[in-house]
């Protein structure tokens, strides 16, 4: 709390009164999603002093990383805003500032500052959003090639892993992208999004009996439907890409 204290006064000199209550509410709120930092690259202080002042700004870009997570992305930037101008170039703070861009539609924005955070210090964080980025532009080899080099930085970070799996999916890829993407499952078992990913690997790599077990394990009848839409909407890019995966529509 002491260093929550320290933030809130920070924010005394951020404007108005009520910029400030607004600025400080979202703050907490952020802090209460329970977010950090953990993957982000931490600073090293030299002195008591300095670890002090970087746990102050480490609880603070947690909280700007919880609003994000909670679909708050013009409230992170207004903090990212303030941030910057007290501690500029921080990579922690301009790869905070690439997802909020991303969150808001603002792809070109989202790209310079994963590269300005890039120029700074090699982070898999902002190679995993360099990767995203290519990714909505629909450039597949280019979102490889960046969630494959955040992956030499971090071998076992899921995300980069599941995310270098999908992207060679969406290259026609079911055979290489398997194996990262059961790895991302095992580090994130609890991720459904990374089970539907791992299944239309292991479908489409004539891992079929591993696919329906992962089928078999969702609950509503619902979701398995979904899964059988699923495999028959990815089923065109691997007849294209001349994969020897099922070829006809998928019936549960």
């Known amino acids: 709390m002491v260093g929550l204290r320290r933030i809130g006064n920070l924010l005394l000199g951020a404007g108005g009164a009520g910029r400030r209550r607004s600025l400080w509410l979202a703050l907490c709120a ?70 909020a861009l991303l969150s808001v539609g603002d792809v070109s924005g989202a790209r310079q500052s994963y590269e300005n955070a890039l120029a700074i210090a090699q982070t898999a964080e902002a190679l995993i959003g360099l990767g995203r980025v290519a990714a909505l532009e629909q450039d597949w080899v280019v979102a490889q090639t960046r969630f494959a080099e955040a992956l030499e930085l971090e071998p076992a970070n ?20 398997y194996p990262w993407l059961e790895r991302a499952s095992e580090l994130d078992p609890n991720n459904v999004q990374i089970a539907i990913n791992v299944m239309v690997a292991a479908w489409f790599s004539s891992r079929r009996e591993e696919a329906e077990r992962i089928i078999a394990s969702f609950e509503l009848p619902s979701e398995r439907a979904r899964a059988a839409s699923l495999l028959n909407e990815w089923s065109p890019r691997f007849r294209q890409a001349g994969d020897t995966g099922q070829k006809d529509r998928v019936q549960l």
């Open 158 to 177: 899921a995300r980069a892993l599941n995310n270098y799996g999908y992207a060679l999916l969406k290259l026609g890829l079911a055979e290489d992208a």
């Open 30 to 99: 952020g802090l209460l999603a329970g977010c950090s930092l953990d993957t982000l690259a931490t600073r090293q202080p030299a002195t008591v002093a300095d670890a002090q002042a970087e746990s102050d700004r480490s609880l603070y870009l947690s909280s700007i990383a919880g609003l994000i997570d909670t679909d708050r992305p013009q409230a992170a930037l207004a903090f990212l805003e303030d941030y910057q101008n007290r501690w500029p170039q921080d990579p922690r703070a301009l790869t905070l500032q690439g997802r």
